[in-house]
């Protein structure tokens, strides 16, 4: 574990020459970067959040200083924050800069919306760091002097490599339900372990995190969707186990509950129920495996989410032998059912807020497709399946085809049969029809452009628009996809040849 000092690379941009323009106007001044950025510094992890707090300055003070240096907003009273761009900074990401305060919670109802928050430019940075959630981030490293203030123990805990609640945590909790949330998703985040009385709190709280007043969640549904997609983002493995250890998968996702037990015919799952399946899946999307696969990739939010969710319709349509006279355990039409439910967790827990370009990105849309279409391998031959159809899964949206290529990976490595070895011989030949259509585009992106289009087909053979026309172009396509037509004019010809098959 590393130290904390000044060289936190973060601390060294030129944007925050601010910080010692600061000390110099106001001699008094005590500057300390708090929260994570010094947890992520001290374990030696890229530091992005820059959190400041700034002692012995009046706050209209330090608002008209701040001013005359970049832009600044003040959030309010909730948070006594001011959001501070300095000129040349990245707007998108302020800086947090505050004056020391406490917070408690008025009402104990875990909103965090309902705390009495006290700004005081002579408050000790001891009792600004004691409203904090956990010990980890209870820590603020002094800036002009470099020294740790850490009244809670949180570089002990840093090298236990635990979370400990500031406090009595039924007390932090109670204050602010999400704070639960936020701790998975740090243990998610940290690989971190829990302390064993802030677990147990947490554990015996969690039913809270549905609590509503007047009809409305205490704490919103796009918190509980934030802290759910980064907690199964960064380690989906860690956080499909404490989710469901902590009840968090009983209160936020009841659905997927029924996959734990849901037996599965052993002959193809030696691995166990559906939900033992599906925690391999997740096993297997995080493993080395995975990245020599797709060398420098990562899965994506929606890959994870697809791969938790492609199979929780299994409980559903299950049918048995001894209740149903099945030949086998069977899940006739899982995938689609699967897509349906898929679709309406993600749209009731607001799972689609991160901006498109960013990892975290779901589309509720794109994971209910990849949910109903991971068995598109078993659904026939794939010697046998038309060009046309791996273009339209693979090529139309080559980033879904990657996405599902996969989830499809991920499923198959985690069906283990009565031979130990999970059979990837249909993914494999999948993999080589699309390197076959890659080589007719002479290894450029995508697949070539289709060689004619409606209007060439109407006036070449004379046809009005409809559904022939559809036809003829389908069957042409299919015909350059295999490398049989190469020009507008092979393709005519190719069609007046073949007309019959298309009317």
Request: proline share 6%; aromatic share 8%; glycine share 8%.
């Amino acid at each position: 574990m590393g130290g904390v000092s000044m060289q936190i690379d973060a601390l060294q941009r030129p944007e925050l020459g601010f910080i010692r323009a600061l000390t110099k106007r106001f001699a008094q001044a005590q500057v300390y970067l708090v929260g994570g950025a010094v947890r992520d510094a001290m374990l030696e992890r890229e530091t992005k959040d820059l959190d400041f707090v700034v002692r012995g300055v009046p706050g209209d003070a330090l608002e008209r200083f701040l001013g005359g240096l970049g832009r600044v907003h003040y959030v309010g009273k909730t948070f006594g924050v001011y959001k501070f761009s300095p000129d040349g900074w990245d707007p998108a990401e302020a800086i947090d800069v505050a004056l020391p305060r406490t917070e408690h919670s008025e009402t104990l109802s875990g909103a965090y919306r309902e705390f009495a928050v006290q700004s005081d430019p002579t408050l000790r940075i001891e009792d600004d760091l004691g409203r904090r959630d956990f010990t980890v981030n209870a820590m603020a490293l002094d800036v002009v002097t470099g020294d740790l203030v850490d009244p809670y123990d949180g570089k002990g805990d840093l090298g236990k490599r635990r979370l400990r609640s500031v406090g009595d945590p039924d007390l932090r909790f109670a204050e602010d339900y999400s704070r639960m949330l936020r701790g998975l998703r740090l243990a998610c985040q940290l690989d971190f372990e829990w302390e064993a009385g802030t677990w147990s709190s947490l554990c015996r709280l969690m039913p809270q995190i549905n609590a509503e007043r007047r009809g409305e969640p205490i704490v919103p549904r796009e918190t509980v969707g934030r802290e759910l997609v980064r907690a199964f983002a960064v380690n989906p493995v860690k956080a499909l186990d404490l989710w469901e250890k902590s009840g968090a998968v009983a209160a936020v996702m009841p659905e997927l509950l029924p996959m734990r037990g849901c037996p599965q015919p052993p002959n193809y799952h030696a691995e166990g129920d559906v939900w033992v399946h599906t925690r391999l899946a997740l096993e297997r999307v995080m493993s080395a495996d995975f990245s020599a696969e797709w060398p420098g990739k990562r899965p994506d939010a929606e890959v994870v989410f697809a791969v938790l969710l492609h199979d929780v319709a299994k409980p559903a349509t299950i049918t048995t032998p001894e209740k149903h006279g099945t030949d086998r355990i069977r899940f006739n039409g899982h995938d689609h059912v699967g897509a349906r439910m898929a679709r309406h967790l993600c749209e009731r827990l607001k799972l689609s807020q991160f901006p498109r370009e960013s990892a975290w990105h779901i589309d509720p849309e794109r994971v209910a497709w990849l949910v109903a279409h991971h068995l598109l391998l078993i659904h026939g031959e794939i010697a046998e399946m038309k060009n046309s159809t791996i273009e339209r899964y693979f090529f139309t949206d080559a980033e879904a085809g990657e996405q599902l290529l996969m989830v499809m990976w991920a499923d198959g490595s985690a069906t283990v049969p009565d031979s130990g070895v999970p059979d990837l011989s249909n993914y494999r030949a999948m993999r080589a029809r699309i390197a076959k259509l890659l080589e007719l585009n002479r290894g450029r992106t995508g697949l070539p452009p289709p060689l004619v289009d409606g209007r060439r087909i109407m006036a070449e053979f004379g046809m009005a628009p409809g559904p022939n026309v559809g036809k003829y172009l389908a069957l042409v396509r299919e015909a350059q996809l295999a490398g049989e037509v190469t020009t507008a004019d092979d393709a005519v010809a190719w069609l007046r040849r073949h007309a019959g098959a298309a009317a």
